[in-house]
């Protein structure tokens, strides 16, 4: 089976562009969740979609917006990119709304992406 | 915030040699879990403890989540040179998990 995908792997943005990552669950997964992680550190959450709903939100600005669609793909998308939004991005998919033994959290290899 | 503080951030040692690491929090959790994160890809989690108490291994990799839910630790046996990369906790539950700023593991052949 084919596990979390997500496209580009790497993009290059100035400041002030906007930017749209996608990301394919593993099959038969509903829940998509995005994560920022900046060289360094840990992942840090931004958002949950379970069946086409936002089921959670990280501490993140109104310029990252992010949706899910019918075939439970999704997309991530900011605006007015900073400097500081250079980061690996990282989607993970799971079957249900919790992750949990019998379905954990799968994460994609990122979108690197670098704002110049 | 709820933080997640882990020790050591970066560990150099032999291989074959056993390597600990841990993770403690102020606040209490209902789910541990250990990642690993290889360069230039995403995390894969490793062992996930879902009850106080709880040890669990896989392979040469151990586990425990704390009796008072606030700590977990992750032992390995006998490294390899593959363990290389970044191993980071999280508390888990609704997948918004927070993450530990990770331990750097490199192994010495």
């Known amino acids: 089976d084919a596990g979390v995908t997500q496209s580009p792997t790497h993009l290059i943005k100035t400041r002030g562009q906007h930017v749209t990552l996608r990301c394919s669950p593993i099959s038969g997964h509903k829940s998509v969740s995005w994560y920022q992680q900046v060289l360094g550190q840990g992942p840090q959450f931004i958002f949950q979609?379970?069946?086409?709903?936002?089921?959670g939100r990280g501490n993140f600005p109104d310029r990252f917006s992010a949706r899910q669609f019918p075939n439970y793909s999704s997309e991530l998308n900011v605006n007015a990119l900073l400097l500081g939004d250079s980061a690996l991005y990282l989607c993970a998919s799971s079957r249900g709304q919790e992750s949990s033994y019998n379905s954990p959290l799968h994460f994609g290899n990122g979108t690197r992406l670098t704002v110049t | 915030g709820q933080q997640l503080n882990q020790s050591p951030q970066s560990m150099f040692i032999q291989e074959g040699e056993d390597v600990s690491m841990n993770c403690t929090s102020s606040?209490?959790?209902?789910?541990w879990l250990w990642y690993k994160q290889d360069p230039g890809e995403g995390p894969v989690l490793l062992i996930a403890?879902?009850?106080?108490?709880e040890l669990t291994s896989n392979g040469r990799l151990t586990a425990q989540f704390g009796i008072t839910r606030t700590d977990s630790f992750l032992n390995i046996a006998a490294s390899i040179p593959s363990d290389v990369g970044i191993y980071f906790c999280a508390r888990g539950g609704n997948n918004d998990m927070r993450f530990g700023a990770g331990t750097r593991l490199t192994v010495k052949p």
């Open positions: 979609y379970y069946e086409k709903e936002e089921r």
């Open positions: 606040s209490i959790f209902n789910t």
């Open positions: 403890l879902y009850k106080a108490g």
